[in-house]
T-cell receptor
Framework: DVKVTQSSRYLVKRTGEKVFLECVQD?????MFWYRQDPGLGLRLIYF???????EKGDIPEGYSVSREKKERFSLILESASTNQTSMYLC?????????????FGPGTRLTVL | KNQVEQSPQSLIILEGKNCTLQ??????????LRWYKQDTGRGPVSLTI?????NTKSNGRYTATLDADTKQSSLHITASQLSDSASYIC???????????FGDGTTLTVKP
């Protein structure tokens, strides 16, 4: 079974803090993704990565950065957290770059920025 | 712009009843359409995937249909159970891109 784990289920941070969200997958998948999910807006892609040390912007990258130093790990960084970044963050991975491949999701991290 | 629209936004049905969820898309060139189920507090899990040449695909009590001409898909749930209460998300992928377009989801509540 593919397993995608996220470092925290719930996180509370203060405005201006630097926030790290970690994601690890154990199936040697090439692709990894970070999404945020908000009521009425669905899942929106923040960043994705097709290989180690490689990253591409998604639809809403502003205010975020990512790091992929190892194949199994993909980190999302909020350089200076703001209240509008309060959201559910979902990490996903897939085996290949082709659009046929299923994305496997982690359980999500619910981030609250006060 | 690629878009995926789902309806209804939410639905409440009684246990044992059937229901149908709708998905309309404008993604082009079309590669495939997936339906995901997302339980509360969990990440989405894939139920079915359909390509251009497929009209119907079943996964237990879940049956997805695809009309590539009208760019519509439906997810039919038969004999609903309490465990079917979840958000159902339609995701459409284009042939020439690694990204997928997600619908906003339909929240289904099954009541005893």
């Amino acid at each position: 079974d593919v397993k995608v784990t996220q470092s925290s289920r719930y996180l509370v941070k203060r405005t201006g803090e630097k926030v790290f969200l970690e994601c690890v997958q154990d199936m040697d998948h090439e692709n990894m993704f970070w999404y945020r999910q908000d009521p009425g807006l669905g899942l929106r892609l923040i960043y994705f990565s097709y290989d180690v040390k490689m990253k591409e912007k998604g639809d809403i990258p502003e205010g975020y950065s990512v790091s992929r130093e190892k194949k199994e790990r993909f980190s999302l960084i909020l350089e200076s957290a703001s209240t509008n970044q309060t959201s559910m963050y979902l990490c996903a991975s897939s085996l290949e770059r082709t659009p046929m491949k299923e994305q496997f999701f982690g359980p999500g991290t619910r981030l609250t920025v006060l | 712009k690629n878009q995926v629209e789902q309806s209804p936004q939410s639905l409440i049905i009684l246990e044992g009843k059937n229901c149908t969820l709708q998905c309309n898309y404008t993604v082009s060139p079309f590669s495939n359409l997936r339906w995901y189920k997302q339980d509360t507090g969990r990440g989405p899990v894939s139920l079915t995937i359909m390509t251009f040449s497929e009209n119907t695909k079943s996964n237990g009590r879940y049956t997805a249909t695809l009309d590539a001409d009208t760019k519509q898909s439906s997810l039919h749930i038969t004999a609903s159970q309490l465990s079917d209460s979840a958000s159902y998300i339609c995701v459409v992928s284009a042939r020439d891109a690694g990204k997928s377009t997600f619908g906003d989801g339909t929240t289904l509540t099954v009541k005893p």
